[in-house]
């Protein structure tokens, strides 16, 4: 089976909850759909030109031993459109290279909705150019930020104290004084190679999933307030010099367990259960290791989690 047939089948079943199913003997069998959401059921069966023979058998030994209603609807795979036979009844003919429904019989126009949503759904992915300028913005920002401090510190693996005082690190005292400026520039700094490396990492690994479903602006909303909330958290909480985007990357974090949440329907709580386990895994990590703001983390995470639930929005295939 082709790669987008086989997307179509399975989002038919993550976002309409139809059910998989293969048709026919083990040598000679076609793969389909069957939606029991509705009465009658529906049964969607897919098949190429070269299978129409079997596509009738199946049919037809479907018919004698399902006596309740069911409704037929042949999915043609071709990207040749003199296969298609426009007096034949319940027939779509889907062009699995191209990504684009090429026919639809009037008499099934409302069944096809939902075939005809998931494919612009496709096609929308596939003009994404994945470039997420929010996230890669901030991961640059970050990265100039610490060669400007390598080179201060004449050292990659631990900058000196005094060069990240003097950039803007969180230091009690100072905003104490006034100097306020530092809950955020805090936030760009690192301490050497190794804690950017991870920070830049994990931002990069789940940040484009948070800018694509929130957008760029709410994504970037949730960035700054959870680090700037994570600063404001360690200065209440810990008398201690820290500098770091872990507090808004926690918040980034805590938004994707928002989003795991509610559309633990749509694309399963197994989606939702690896996030959980990353989260407790980076929390565990937090308490763990000396050195560690768990105080930013928190607040970060806290914040994250507020933040995404007040600016969710519901995601569907109806609204994109």
């Not at 470039?131 to 913005?137: A, D, E, K, L, Q």
Request: hydrophobic letters at 45%; charged letters at 20%.
């Amino acid at each position: 089976m082709d790669k987008n047939t086989k997307i179509l089948i399975e989002n038919l079943c993550k976002y309409y909850n139809f059910q998989i199913q293969q048709f026919g003997e083990q040598n000679a069998y076609l793969w389909g759909v069957i939606d029991k959401n509705i009465i009658p059921n529906r049964i969607f069966i897919f098949f190429k030109q070269s299978e129409r023979s079997n596509l009738e058998n199946i049919l037809n030994k479907i018919k004698i031993e399902n006596k309740e209603e069911i409704k037929y609807i042949k999915v043609l795979i071709t990207n040749d459109s003199s296969q298609i036979n426009m007096l034949e009844d319940n027939i779509i003919a889907f062009d699995a290279k191209n990504n684009d429904v090429l026919y639809i019989s009037n008499c099934i126009r409302d069944d096809a909705k939902e075939i005809e949503k998931i494919v612009a759904f496709q096609k929308a992915n596939m003009k994404d150019n994945r470039f997420y300028i929010v996230t890669y913005s901030i991961i640059f920002i970050n990265v100039i930020i610490f060669l400007i401090s390598v080179y201060m510190s004449k050292n990659i693996f631990d900058i000196n104290s005094n060069v990240l005082e003097y950039l803007g690190a969180k230091d009690n005292l100072l905003i104490s004084k006034g100097e306020y400026y530092r809950l955020i520039s805090s936030m760009f700094l690192h301490s050497g190679i190794v804690h950017i490396s991870m920070n830049m990492y994990s931002l990069f690994a789940i940040g484009p999933l948070v800018e694509k479903f929130y957008g760029k602006f709410r994504y970037f909303l949730i960035y700054i307030l959870s680090g700037i909330i994570a600063s404001i958290t360690s200065f209440m909480l810990s008398p201690y010099m820290s500098v770091g985007a872990s507090g808004a990357i926690f918040g980034v974090l805590g938004a994707t367990l928002v989003i795991a949440y509610n559309l633990r329907k749509q694309i399963g709580k197994s989606f939702l259960i690896n996030v959980v386990s990353v989260v407790v895994v980076n929390l565990i990590f937090s308490f763990s290791i000396p050195n560690i703001d768990v105080y930013a983390h928190l607040g970060g995470f806290v914040s994250g989690v507020i933040l995404g639930a007040i600016l969710y929005r519901n995601y569907s295939l109806d609204n994109k």
